[in-house]
């Protein structure tokens, strides 16, 4: 069972009876929560003096898988304990989406208001629910591969009218295929772990010779990205059909850069340097099966895109998306409110694209969106964008004026999908930068 997982077309036919909009909880959820009993997310987590394990978002508490299982609240379920009493989901993750989606719904049940078998045993009730301001959130993953794309048009138009030439933004590939570079998973780190300034090299236009020092202009990447499921093996192709069948969930993604390092050392092997000393992720996996509610119609493709690209439905994701600077005398600034669904090309076409040539990915593996940018400059997903290069300073409610991100403040990015009264929220990814070592 675990480590492949056959795709069949049955499974497309979905039966989330967890993503019911008429469920209720007997667990409180408040007003405006992201994590509603329609959510579920999966994520890792550690009390004091306890060891990492697995845990599911409900309300303000997790649900702690471990002791659900010991308690004897899962039975019929594939999992040993061994899935749970984990610092990773990717034990569970191995056995694929159906079993995944079905151990989802079995949650579901158990926290539906309705439902006596838990709720009303208060002993039990205490030992598996922990408050979230009580735990330390880990990274949920032990990423394999990460791969980050660059599927925002106006993202990839900005940054071409910024360094090339404005009247042909687009590099003549653009619209053919999303372009993209494999990262480094190392250095992918939690919602909560601050980062260093990084040190490189870089050299401005008016130096004659590169110098070597902290870098002068830091900035976040607003993006979005996915955890896969098991992939096919070495030499087969998954389709934008079947790629959802290989997507776990999704997280909020600060995809760290250098820009001075980045515009000196990127040529002509892509970033290097400029972009493996961080990259910040949320810490609750919202599975693809929640955001199925939110989907939206994708971008229209002109020229038309090659078969083994197309895909059929609404394929983009509605995910309401901002940013927040936190400057150290603790205001909160936000400075753009973007969404996910401004992306140019699909995370089943990013799948596709990426396993086109028989590249086998693997249970674990990250794949990033690439900075969101949507059309007007309160969208924009970075500062190099939202200053225009440094040249339009945003101001902070302190005074102070930012055209990068300053040593000792903090990036706050949030997401959540609403519609219909329900909002299926993906928590925060907070960062604070600390000065270079
Ligand atoms: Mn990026």
Known sequence: MRGTVIFTKTSVTMNIRANDPNRRSWVEVPKGSDFPIQNLPFGVFKTQGEKPRVGVAIGNKILDLKALHVLGHLPNQPFNINAFDT???????????????????????????????????????????????????????????????????????????????????????????????????????????????????????????????????????????????????????????????????????????????????????????AKNFASSISSWVVTLDALEPFRTKGATQVPAVLPYLSYQG???????????????????????????????????????????????????????????????????????ELTWKGTQPLKMKDGSERKFINDNDTVVMRGYCEKDGLRIGFGEVKTKVLPAI
């Open 314 to 384: 609404e394929k983009n994701i509605d995910i309401h998306l901002e940013v927040i600077i936190q400057t150290p005398d603790g205001n909160d600034n936000t400075i753009s409110n973007s969404n996910n669904k401004y992306m140019y090309w699909t995370i089943e076409q990013q799948l596709a694209h990426h396993t086109v040539n028989g590249c086998n990915i693997r249970c674990g593996d990250f794949l990033g969106s690439g900075t969101i940018s949507g059309p007007t400059r309160d969208t924009f997903g970075s500062m190099l």
């Open 87 to 273: 610092d990773s989901l990717n034990t569970m993750m191995s056995y694929g989406k159906k079993i995944v989606r079905e151990f989802r719904n079995r949650i579901s049940d158990l926290l539906e208001e309705n439902n006596p078998e838990l709720r009303d045993n208060h002993n039990h009730v205490a030992q598996v629910l922990v408050e979230q301001a009580e735990a330390e959130m880990l990274l949920p993953v032990q990423i394999g591969d990460y791969t980050d794309f660059y599927s925002s048009i106006d993202h990839a138009t900005n940054v071409g009218k910024m360094f090339r030439d404005p009247e042909n933004a687009l590099l003549p590939n653009w619209k053919h295929l999303p372009v993209g570079y494999h990262g480094r998973s190392s250095s992918i780190v939690s919602s909560g772990t601050a980062i260093h300034r990084p040190k490189g090299q870089s050299k401005a236009p008016d130096q004659e010779l590169p110098s070597f020092g902290p870098c002068k202009l830091l900035d976040f990447e607003l993006e979005t990205g996915f955890f896969t499921f098991p992939g096919k093996p070495l030499g087969h192709s998954i389709s934008t059909e079947e790629a959802d069948e290989y997507i776990f969930g999704m997280v909020l993604l600060n995809d760290w850069s250098a820009r001075d390092i980045q515009t000196w050392e990127y040529v002509p092997l892509g970033p290097f340097l």
